[in-house]
């Protein structure tokens, strides 16, 4: 895929979300990024402020399998910071 289409089809995933979302495209646009970099993501801000439903919202979009956080496997740094995780399903689940 040409990075102009990668660029096209991000775009339309966040014009998903942000149905969702509201003012926070840049966060967004970070989160799309470690995404497609099959990355990581650990967002922290204040108590709710949409870190849970940000989370959901990319993975109803993208049709990933949303997980809350597991605390015992994650401990303090879980409980401080409600991280939250998009999972990608098992590669071979991908189409
Ligand atoms: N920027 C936003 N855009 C849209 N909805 C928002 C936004 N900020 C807060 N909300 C509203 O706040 C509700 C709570 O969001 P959510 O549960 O995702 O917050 P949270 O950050 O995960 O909270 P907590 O810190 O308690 O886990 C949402 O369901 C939504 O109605
Ligand atoms: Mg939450």
């Known amino acids: 895929m040409r990075p102009s289409d990668v660029a096209k089809l991000g775009a339309i995933v966040l ?3 942000e149905k969702a979302i509201v003012g926070k495209r840049p966060v967004l646009e970070r989160v799309m ?4 970099c099959d990355g990581h993501v650990l967002i922290e801000d204040y108590p ?3 870190k849970t439903l940000l989370a959901k919202s990319f ?14 496997h994650h401990g303090d740094v879980c409980v401080r910071s409600q991280s939250q ?6 590669r071979s689940r991908v189409h």
């Not at 990024?33 to 497609?36: R, S």
């Not at 993975?59 to 605390?71: D, H, K, Q, T, V």
Request: net charge positive; glycine share 6%.
């Open 15 to 17: 014009d998903e979300v």
């Open 48 to 50: 709710g402020l949409a």
């Open 33 to 36: 990024l470690a995404i497609l």
């Open 85 to 90: 995780r998009v999972r990608p399903p098992p």
């Open 59 to 72: 993975a109803a979009a993208l049709g990933l399998e949303f997980r809350p956080p597991s605390r015992r």
